[in-house]
């Protein structure tokens, strides 16, 4: 049976002496306050909620799985996720981040993503429930109708209820400029809403009495394409004014979709047979009003696998500790055993440390995200929100994307510690690489991901916001460059950032003549930029070891991260020279190539 320890170590040392959030936070009157005793007693407590109550519902979620019945359209969730909501609930944990206003907790939102990532790692099919619901949350604080904040935002805020978002339907997927669900108007400021979606994560499920749906649908004099989209709030029971709940509303779970991985997640068939909703935002501009809440999911799968990677490789480390097989190639090392324990292989330490690395790193630059979200959201300088905001933009598909590609190759290594008991259930690895894998097709394709931050992100604005994130590696350059103890965590970076120009400049020039140029380098290159990212706060953790090592600090957990930050710049960050030449191999060696796929 797998097990987990939250991680409090490593995200203190990241958040109090890397990131130095409490410092930051002094500029922002809302959060002025906080200090880390407080963020780490919250977190403590959070992390006793993760690793006791839902990590032990998690094999058996995934065995169990969810139940519909098809006469009534009601989803039965496995055996203690319902018991577990509920706690989370009276505990104030869905709050966490949430604006006071609305019944929130009003901590920072670096808070709740450590916490997030706590719960990924102990269960991520249960997690989904409340992750999706702070989407919705967010969505309808920013564009809900004051009648939509009052009657939905406390009620989400709480958890008491949950929220979804409905994008995709059967013959659209990504392409959400076809999708067919139709809003009738009403006259009364209603619309009813016929249609079906498919992919519905937590659709449908038996832990609140009821759920908000966030619906994409179009209009009847609607545009073609994406400009014709419209959001509605549609509930699952109708809403009284006094708040109480009223009839149910015809939006049904028709069907759930048997998965690869997190089968405690309903993935639901949903069918809107004349439902009622209201008009989220404007009329034929849902996008932007849904985009809110895909941006926090895209964010919150990186999270996703950010935990996965963690408790896989807390398991992996264990039985390679535990695990005697053969003996070390440089001679016997447990003289007292049989064999030596398999952690003395070279390869063996290569995929723990893989999964170290990324999981250390993704951990870094998902508090950044948190960080930048903060001083966005509620920093009172407009040009400080302006930057953190571009910045958080630019950064979001490398969360996703990035992070979840190494979640799969750190879940898939750490399985493969495990030898054939790797892919036995009762050990739990197995799980954890089906978990993951889904995560790289979440909330847009990493492909989709890709051609986001390389066509959008930054051509799309001439590379400003990836010059703004050079600036920052630029100036941890010229703070180190003359520290020779740096120089083996500066040099690969400050080499990269300077190719990156020409590189970016070169595949911008082929993409204006070809604009499939860019579809062909664009999942390279987003390997690339993660990297850079990776490295840079690869960087900037050592830089700390180094000053408290130097300072006669003689905790081992300085020297344990100066000796991952040399493993990930000598063994996986060197990735980034093979991605650079692929990218330039440019779009004919893959479209010329009918006759190959005939």
């Known amino acids: 049976m797998p097990t987990y320890t939250p991680p409090l170590r490593d995200m203190q040392f990241v958040m109090h002496e890397v990131l130095k959030v409490t410092d930051e936070y002094k500029s922002i009157p809302r ?24 990590f032990p519902l998690n094999i058996t979620g995934d065995e169990e799985g969810c139940r519909l019945d098809p006469k009534t359209h009601e989803v039965t969730t496995p055996k203690g996720f319902k018991e577990a909501y509920h706690q989370c609930v009276q505990a104030g944990w869905p709050a966490l981040s949430c604006d006071p206003d609305y019944g929130g907790q009003g901590l920072p939102l670096v808070v709740s993503q450590a916490f997030n990532e706590m719960m990924n790692s102990a269960n991520q099919a249960w997690t989904m429930y409340p992750g999706l619901t702070a989407g919705a949350y967010a969505a ?18 709480s958890g008491e209820w949950t929220g979804t978002m409905c994008l995709t339907e059967s013959h659209c997927g990504t392409d959400l400029g076809l999708l067919r669900t139709k809003a009738e108007p009403q006259g009364d400021g209603s619309y009813k809403l016929t249609g079906s979606k498919i992919f519905i994560s937590a659709g449908e499920h038996d832990l609140t009495a009821n759920i908000v749906h966030l619906v994409l649908a179009r209009l009847p004099d609607a545009p ?17 004014q006094d708040g109480s709940l009223g009839a149910r509303n015809p939006i049904f779970c028709t069907g759930l979709e048997h998965k690869m991985g997190i089968h405690g997640n309903a993935t639901a068939q949903l069918t809107l047979d004349g439902a009622v ?9 849902g996008l932007m009003a849904m985009f809110v809440m895909m941006n926090a999911a895209r964010v919150g799968v990186g999270m996703q696998s950010l935990g996965l990677t963690e408790v896989a490789y807390q398991n992996a480390l264990a039985y390679a500790k535990d695990r005697v097989q053969m003996r070390s190639l440089s001679g016997t090392k447990a003289k007292d055993k049989p064999a ?86 009762e050990w739990g690895m197995e799980q954890f690489v089906r978990d993951a894998r889904i995560n790289m097709i979440y909330e847009g394709t990493n492909g989709i991901q890709s051609l986001d931050l390389l066509g959008r992100k930054i051509l799309g604005d001439n590379g400003a916001a990836l010059k703004r994130f050079g600036k920052m590696v630029a100036q941890l350059v010229e703070e180190e460059g003359v520290n020779e103890k740096m120089a083996e965590f500066i040099n690969p970076i400050a080499y990269l950032g300077e ?9 911008g020039f082929k993409g204006f003549q070809n604009p499939d140029e860019v579809g062909a380098a664009s999942v390279d290159y987003l390997r690339v930029a993660g990297h850079l990212v990776f490295g840079y706060f690869w960087a900037r953790m050592a830089q700390v070891a180094l000053r408290e090592i130097a300072a006669g600090n003689t ?22 020279a093979t991605l650079m030449r692929t990218a330039r191999a440019g779009s004919k060696v893959l479209m010329d190539t009918d006759l190959a796929l005939a």
């Open 31 to 54: 959060y002025a306050d906080i200090d880390a005793e407080t963020i780490n007693a919250v977190l403590e407590q959070g992390g006793k909620f993760a690793a006791e109550v839902i």
């Open 555 to 576: 905790d081992p957990f300085y020297q344990g991260k100066l000796q991952t930050a040399r493993f990930y710049f000598a063994k996986l960050f060197p990735e980034t």
């Open 140 to 157: 309808l604080r920013v564009h809900g109708t004051p009648e939509q904040k009052r009657m939905y935002v406390p009620k989400l805020a």
């Open 499 to 507: 190719q990156m120009t020409k590189f970016t400049t070169e595949i």
């Open 340 to 425: 030596d324990p398999i952690i003395v292989h070279p390869d063996v330490r290569r995929m723990l440390l893989t999964a170290k690395a990324y999981a250390e790193g993704g951990r870094a630059l998902a508090q950044f995200c948190a960080l930048l979200i903060d001083r966005e959201l509620n920093h009172p300088d407009e040009k400080v929100r302006k930057d953190a905001a571009e910045l958080v933009a630019l950064l979001t598909p490398i969360v996703k994307a990035f992070i979840t590609d190494n979640g799969w190759i750190s879940t898939s290594a750490c399985m493969q510690v495990f030898g054939g008991h790797g892919y036995i259930k």
């Open 224 to 240: 073609k394409g994406s400009k014709g989209i419209s959001l509605f709030a549609v509930p699952k029971f109708r809403v009284n």
């Open 277 to 285: 909703g209201t008009l989220v935002g404007e009329p034929n501009k």
